[in-house]
C-alpha cells in the first residue's frame, strides 16, 4: 500500500476531531481488547483496517492521564495527550474517532471523571479497567482489585455516566461463583453503563486456565445490556469464523479479541487472515506514519513473531534501535524514506503557513491575544520574557505588570492574562505550569508592542545589562558588597517576595464556576 494511504490526508478546516453523531452501539459487534504496550494507535488502526469494530486503547492509568496536556499534532493530523516528561500518552486520530474506547485504570470517581471529561471529545466511549490482575493496576486498588469493592465500583461507574456524554462501559472478570458474578453486574447495569465486557476467568486465573463460558452465559442472561464475552482467544478463537462460535457458546452479543488480535490482527479480516509478515509490514506502515514510540513498534512486533523472535530475523528485530533500523529489518527502508520526506514536507508547509498568523496580536473582547507558547530552551539562562517586561515598564514609568492566572480543572492546564498600562494580553495556547502561562502572556505583550523578548540570537536591547550597570554605580562600601551583590542577583533573576504574592493572589481556577479566587 502507498504511504499516501496510511499518513491521513488533507489539511481541511475541522478534519481532526470532528462531532461524532450518534453514540456508539456495543451490539452485535467484534472488538480489539484493551492491551498493554500493544493497544497503541498502529494496532488499533491496522485491526479496524481488517474488520474489527471497536477498539480499545491500552489502559491508562488516571494519575497519569490527568496531568496530560492535549495537543493537536497538526503535522500528524492526531490528537496527542502528553504529560509532564513530554511523552505521549495517549494518542488518536479522526479515523478511529468514533469507534476508539479510551480505557482508564482508576480506583477513585473524581479523578476517573476529570480524565474522562479531558479526553471525550476525542473518543467513542470510556471504559473502566476492572479485570486486570496485574500488580502495577490491583496495588492502588484499580483493575481486579475493584472487584472486591462493589460501593467503590458503583460510585465510579454512575460518576461517570453522569459527567459525560458519551457511552460509559467497564471490563471485569468473574467472581468465584456464578451467582456473585450475576449479582455484581446487576449492580453495575444499574448504574448507567451502556455494557459489560466480562473476561471469563477468575482473577487468580490465567490464560492456561479453560474460559468459563457459562458464567458470561449467566451474565448475558441476566442483565439487558450489551454482554462483551472476552478470554476466548487461546481456547476457543484460532480463526476469524470461530469468533461466531465463540459468541454463541457464551450467549453473549459482542465477543472482545485480546492475545488472537495480538498475535495476527487480521484475525479481524471476514475473507481469512493474512499472513503474519504481511500484518506486520501494514502494523509498520502506520508505526512509521504515526510516529509511534520505537521500543512500542518493537514490542509488538515481537509479540507477532512469536516463536520467531530468536531467528535471524528476530534477533534483527531486537537489535534495532530507531524506527529507521526496523524498517530495515523488514526491507522497508524505501517506505521510510518516502514517509519521512513526506512528514518533513508537510512541517514545512504547515510552519510557512502558520507562522505569519500565529504572530498576528487578534483582540478578543478587550484582550489582545496571540497564539505562543513559552520554550525555555529559546532563552539564555536566567532570562526570561517577564524581566524584560519588567524592565521596560519600569524604563517608560509605567506600573509594573500585572498577572491574573487561571487552571482548567479537567486537564489543570494554565492561561494567563498580564495587564501592563492598562491594556490586557493573552496567549490564546494553554502551558503545563503557572510560570510558563505568566511567561507566554509576557512574551505576547513585548511582541505586541515590538520590544525585544531576550530569545537567543536577538539583538541585545541592553534592557537588563543596562538595570545591572545602573546597580553596580549605586554602589555600597565593600564590605556589605557580597550580600547586595546577591540581593542585585536575586531581584534580576527573581521577582520580589511582594511581587510573588501580588501575583499568586490573581490565581484563578477555573472548575465549573469561573473566576473563583485561590485563597
Keep these: 500500500?502507498?504511504?499516501?494511504?496510511?499518513?491521513?490526508?488533507?489539511?481541511?478546516?475541522?478534519?481532526?476531531m470532528a462531532n461524532t453523531v450518534g453514540k456508539l452501539s456495543f451490539s452485535n459487534k467484534v472488538i480489539l481488547a484493551p492491551m498493554v504496550r500493544v493497544g497503541t494507535l498502529p494496532m488499533r488502526l491496522l485491526a479496524l483496517d481488517y474488520g474489527?469494530?471497536?477498539?480499545?486503547?491500552?489502559?491508562?492509568?488516571?494519575?497519569?492521564?490527568?496531568?496530560?496536556?492535549?495537543?493537536?499534532?497538526?503535522?500528524?493530523e492526531t490528537v496527542d495527550f502528553i504529560g509532564p516528561d513530554e511523552r505521549v500518552m495517549f494518542r488518536t486520530c479522526s479515523k478511529e474517532k468514533d469507534r476508539v474506547v479510551f480505557q482508564m485504570g482508576t480506583a477513585d470517581p473524581k479523578r476517573a471523571l476529570a480524565v474522562a471529561q479531558l479526553v471525550e471529545n476525542d473518543v467513542a466511549a470510556v471504559d473502566v479497567n476492572m479485570g486486570c490482575p496485574k500488580e502495577y493496576s490491583t496495588k492502588g486498588g484499580m483493575g481486579s482489585a475493584l472487584l472486591s469493592d462493589p460501593d467503590k465500583i458503583e460510585a465510579i461507574l454512575t460518576t461517570l455516566v453522569?459527567?459525560?456524554?458519551?457511552?460509559?462501559?467497564?471490563?471485569?472478570?468473574?467472581?468465584?461463583?456464578?451467582?456473585?458474578?450475576?449479582?455484581?453486574?446487576?449492580?453495575?447495569?444499574?448504574?448507567?453503563?451502556?455494557?459489560?465486557?466480562?473476561?471469563?476467568?477468575?482473577?487468580?486465573?490465567?490464560?492456561?486456565?479453560?474460559?468459563?463460558?457459562?458464567?458470561?452465559?449467566?451474565?448475558?442472561?441476566?442483565?439487558?445490556?450489551?454482554v462483551i464475552a472476552n478470554g476466548g482467544s487461546v481456547d476457543h478463537v484460532k480463526t476469524h469464523d470461530d469468533i461466531e462460535m465463540f459468541r454463541e457458546a457464551t450467549g453473549a452479543s459482542s465477543v472482545m479479541l485480546a492475545r488472537a488480535a495480538m498475535w495476527n490482527p487480521s484475525i479481524f479480516r471476514s475473507q481469512g487472515a493474512v499472513s503474519v509478515d504481511e500484518a506486520m509490514e501494514e502494523?509498520?506502515?502506520?508505526?512509521?506514519?504515526?510516529?509511534?514510540?520505537?521500543?512500542?513498534?518493537?514490542?509488538?512486533?515481537?509479540?507477532?513473531?512469536?516463536?520467531?523472535?530468536?531467528?535471524?530475523?528476530?534477533?534483527?528485530?531486537?537489535?534495532?534501535q530507531t524506527s529507521a533500523e526496523i524498517c530495515e529489518?523488514?526491507?522497508?527502508?524505501?517506505?521510510?524514506?518516502?514517509?519521512?520526506?513526506?512528514?518533513?514536507?508537510?512541517?514545512?508547509?504547515?510552519?510557512?503557513?502558520?507562522?505569519?498568523?500565529?504572530?498576528?496580536?487578534?483582540?478578543?473582547?478587550?484582550?489582545?491575544t496571540m497564539a505562543v507558547?513559552?520554550?525555555?530552551?529559546?532563552?539564555?539562562?536566567?532570562?526570561?520574557?517577564?524581566?524584560?517586561?519588567?524592565?521596560?515598564?519600569?524604563?517608560?514609568?509605567?506600573?509594573?505588570?500585572?498577572?491574573?492566572?487561571?487552571?482548567?480543572?479537567?486537564d489543570r492546564a494554565f492561561q494567563s492574562t498580564v495587564t501592563v498600562a492598562n491594556k490586557k494580553y493573552r496567549s490564546t495556547l494553554w502551558e503545563k505550569s503557572k510560570k510558563f502561562a505568566e511567561q507566554a502572556a509576557a512574551i505576547v505583550c513585548l511582541r505586541t508592542l515590538g520590544v525585544p523578548e531576550g530569545r537567543i540570537g536577538e539583538e541585545n536591547s541592553g534592557l537588563v545589562n543596562k538595570r545591572k550597570r545602573e546597580e553596580r554605580k549605586q554602589g555600597v562600601s565593600e564590605d556589605s558588597g557580597i550580600t547586595d551583590s546577591t540581593n542585585r542577583k536575586r531581584r534580576i533573576t527573581e521577582p520580589s517576595q511582594k511581587d510573588e504574592q501580588e501575583s499568586n493572589d490573581k490565581m484563578m481556577v477555573v472548575n465549573g464556576s469561573c473566576g473563583q479566587t485561590v485563597p
Excluded at 292 to 309: E, I
Excluded at 339 to 364: H, V
Excluded at 382 to 401: C, D, H
Design 1 to 16: 500500500m502507498e504511504v499516501s494511504s496510511y499518513v491521513p490526508s488533507g489539511f481541511q478546516e475541522g478534519s481532526i
Design 52 to 76: 474489527a469494530d471497536i477498539v480499545y486503547c491500552e489502559e491508562l492509568i488516571d494519575l497519569k492521564m490527568i496531568q496530560c496536556e492535549r495537543v493537536v499534532n497538526d503535522v500528524l
Design 162 to 226: 453522569r459527567g459525560i456524554s458519551k457511552p460509559v462501559t467497564c471490563k471485569i472478570r468473574i467472581l468465584p461463583t456464578i451467582e456473585e458474578t450475576v449479582n455484581l453486574v446487576k449492580r453495575i447495569e444499574k448504574t448507567g453503563v451502556s455494557a459489560i465486557a466480562v473476561h471469563g476467568r477468575m482473577k487468580e486465573e490465567r490464560p492456561r486456565h479453560p474460559v468459563h463460558c457459562d458464567y458470561i452465559q449467566a451474565v448475558a442472561e441476566s442483565v439487558s445490556i450489551p
Design 283 to 320: 502494523y509498520i506502515k502506520y508505526a512509521v506514519c504515526y510516529d509511534n514510540n520505537t521500543f512500542n513498534t518493537k514490542y509488538c512486533l515481537c509479540q507477532m513473531l512469536k516463536d520467531r523472535v530468536e531467528s535471524p530475523m528476530g534477533k534483527r528485530l531486537h537489535a534495532a
Design 329 to 368: 529489518v523488514f526491507g522497508m527502508t524505501d517506505f521510510y524514506k518516502k514517509a519521512q520526506a513526506d512528514l518533513e514536507a508537510r512541517k514545512s508547509y504547515l510552519q510557512a503557513n502558520s507562522s505569519s498568523l500565529s504572530d498576528q496580536p487578534t483582540l478578543d473582547g478587550d484582550v489582545i
Design 373 to 410: 507558547k513559552f520554550e525555555r530552551r529559546e532563552y539564555p539562562p536566567q532570562i526570561t520574557p517577564k524581566m524584560y517586561l519588567l524592565e521596560w515598564s519600569r524604563k517608560e514609568k509605567l506600573e509594573q505588570p500585572v498577572y491574573e492566572t487561571e487552571q482548567r480543572a479537567q
